[in-house]
Each structure stands twice: as C-alpha cells, then as structure tokens.
C-alpha cells in the first residue's frame, strides 16, 4: 500500500530557533498534502496544505516545501515557541481516492 | 462554530465485551470518517461516509466493526467483540467534502481492551 513515512521520529529545539519536520511519500500519484499538529489527549489540528501543483506554501510561522522529484514533503516553523510542542503528521491524498494516509509522526519538544 | 464532538471520552472494557463510540460532526459537514490510531502511529481511516452513505469501509474489519450514520448527520462505530489489539484512540473527523478538503478532528475516544 501507500507509505507516508518521516525520517526522525523525535525532534528537540531551542525556544526561539527553527525547526524542520521531514516527510517521504511513495505514491507519485498523491496530488494533496496535509500537516498536522497533534497536543497530547487531542485530535490533530490542521496547520497548512499543499497542491500537487505548488512547490511552497507559507502560513503565518510555517512554511511547506514540496519536492516531487524525490518525493519529500517538509514543514519549517520559523521562531519555534514552548506551544508548538507536538506530534506533527503528515498526510497524503490520492487523486483517485478519498483516503488521507498519515505517516507515523514526529514528536518535536520546544526546550524554553 | 461548534468542533465535531465524541462521546465518551475514555473507555475501559474487558476482551470479547461489546463498545459503541459517538460523534456528532460540525454542521453542515457531508462527509465524516472515522480513524484507529494506535499508540506511536497515525491515524488509520476506518470508514468514511458522505451523508449517510459508506463511501470507503476498505479497512474496516467488517468481522467485528461496524459503524452507521442513519440521518447523515451523528454517527456510530460499535466493536463487537472486541480484542486486546483494538486498544487505541478512535478518532471521528469531518469535512464540507470528500477528498481535498481539510478534515476537523474531534477529540477522540480513547479504548482500552484488558
């Protein structure tokens, strides 16, 4: 089946610095791409999207890049603050379907 | 705007007991799914429905799962009976839509099979 996969399961940053949150997918066919925040005893929040047709994205203190060569998905905070201490997921759509597979998580800890 | 909500909140049963879980979505949202997700994983779709009917129930063990939106609105998952590895967070989202569109996520049930 598809594979949505994240290369570090954990992440530690200072207060104030950026991070980066890394995505791989395997489905070349995958058209729609999702982030999500995930608190602890909370269902996952949205946090930015991305076309197929589009290689970046901002939001207010996020950034998406996507690089369909290699199939990898990215999500760079600018600024990390305490509050974005999380479980970020990424999750791919497929063109021919309706399903979201989510890829395993990232757990990224914010040291103040 | 209300969130999707889910009932109850925790769970505990025993092996081969029987569990109903309840979501009432964001209004006027057609499509609801449900998610399994265990511990350390992502949320794996369940069933998805658009208004009342099942769209994808692919990964949906039918032996013992079931879930049902009657009126196209709340909707039900039942574990019936249930195993030690059904144990997880189930997760009820909702969407304006099926496919490219962003899916609100109620707080989950978390179930826990002794």
């Known amino acids: 089946g598809e594979s949505v996969g994240l290369h570090l399961p954990t992440l530690s940053v200072q207060e104030g610095d950026n991070s980066i949150i890394n995505c791989a997918y395997s489905n070349s066919a995958s058209d729609y791409f999702i982030w999500y925040k995930q608190e602890s005893g909370k269902g996952p929040q949205f946090i930015i999207d991305i076309r197929s047709n589009m290689d970046k994205r901002q939001g207010q203190r996020v950034t998406v890049l996507l690089n369909k060569t290699v199939k990898h998905l990215s999500l760079q905070i600018a600024a990390t603050q305490p509050g974005d201490s999380a479980v970020y997921f990424c999750a791919e759509n497929i063109f021919t379907g309706n399903q979201f597979y989510f890829g395993t998580g990232t757990s990224l800890t914010v040291i103040p | 705007e209300a969130g999707v909500a889910q009932s109850p909140r925790y769970k505990i049963i025993e092996k081969r007991q029987s569990v109903a879980f309840w979501c009432n979505p964001i209004?006027?949202?057609?499509?609801l799914y449900w998610y399994q997700q265990i511990l350390g994983q992502g949320p794996k779709l369940l069933i998805q429905f658009q208004n009342n009917g099942v769209v994808d129930d692919s990964q949906l063990p039918k032996d013992r799962f079931s879930a049902e939106r009657l009126k196209g609105v709340d909707s039900t998952l039942k574990i019936q009976p249930a195993k030690l590895e059904d144990s997880a967070v189930y997760l009820c989202?909702?969407?304006f839509g099926s496919g490219s569109y962003e899916q609100y996520f109620g707080p989950g049930t978390r179930l826990t099979v002794t």
């Open positions: 209004s006027g949202h057609a499509t």
């Open positions: 989202a909702s969407s």
